[in-house]
């Protein structure tokens, strides 16, 4: 066992995607910051939220994911974390701008189970 415990932020703008991704995460043993936006995500990141990892929904109001990843990027204190994007549907042209923006990985959300999810967040938190 690790002695600093893991923390990912979500950033998810649908509640129950948010609830089911938390409870699964937190069962790990891993603590959740939860943003439902991708300008909430910023500001947290912003005032010192250090995720470990970030999960990151693409569609949102306010500011998409791909926004929220360019801004991640730009920034030397948060561009070394890895961020795996959430998407719904096959978006292959958001896909892959989130790879060529940095993005580590994804997942579409109604391919992949909370424990499937794990097993890819486990992937990348070294």
Excluded: C, R, W
Excluded at 6 to 15: A, L, N, P, R, Y
Excluded at 27 to 45: F, T
Excluded at 66 to 91: G, R, W, Y
Excluded at 94 to 117: M, N, R
């Amino acid at each position: 066992m690790n002695a600093t415990k893991k923390t990912i932020m979500i950033v998810e703008d649908d509640s129950f995607v948010m609830d089911i991704y938390e409870t699964k995460i937190t069962k790990e043993g891993i603590s959740v910051i939860k943003a439902i936006n991708g300008a909430e995500a910023i500001k947290k990141l912003k005032n010192g939220a250090k995720p470990d990892l970030i999960l990151l929904d693409i569609i949102m109001p306010y500011m998409d994911g791909l926004e929220v990843l360019k801004k991640i990027q730009a920034d030397d204190n948060l561009n070394k974390i890895p961020v795996v994007l959430l998407t719904n549907l096959s978006q292959k042209e958001e896909i892959q701008e989130g790879f060529e923006l940095g993005a580590k990985d994804y997942l579409i959300k109604s391919h992949f189970t909370p424990s499937e999810v794990m097993e890819k967040i486990n992937k990348y938190l070294v």
